[in-house]
């Protein structure tokens, strides 16, 4: 059973910093990806970053790029979002989610490519 658990959200002013977790289990870590996405209220699931577990190989959306990292250690079979100069318009729920398949030739940022989701974690920002 394929069980992802987000933790490190929270509520920081405009210009800090968060670093989100999300540990996975049930399946093994390394044969597909991991994404982060997010859900503003009133908007539809946005794909922020995403990393290919086995090679390492990462994506951005372009709202986060030179801001977000993604980085994983699988050894602890977990994911991290580095989440830096945030700003008021990061503010969204965080949705870890696992793609248990490899060989897409891409990391895909489009939600419905992604099987198992996080149960979330807020984000506030204020300015």
């Known amino acids: 059973q394929v069980q992802l658990a987000e933790s490190g959200g929270g509520s920081v002013q405009a210009g800090g910093s968060l670093r989100l977790s999300c540990a996975a289990s049930g399946y093994t870590y390394s044969s597909g990806y991991m994404g982060w996405f997010r859900q503003a209220a009133g908007k539809g699931r946005e794909g922020v970053a995403g990393i290919y577990t086995s090679g390492g190989t990462t994506r951005y959306a372009d709202s986060v790029k030179g801001r977000f990292t993604i980085s994983q250690d699988n050894a602890k079979n977990t994911v991290y979002l580095q989440m830096n100069n945030l700003k008021p318009e990061d503010t969204a729920m965080y949705y870890c989610?696992?793609?248990?398949?490899?060989?897409?030739?891409?990391?895909?940022?489009?939600?419905?490519?992604?099987?198992?989701w996080g149960q979330g974690t807020q984000v506030t920002v204020s300015s």
């Open positions: 989610a696992a793609r248990t398949q490899g060989g897409l030739g891409f990391i895909p940022l489009i939600w419905s490519l992604y099987t198992y």
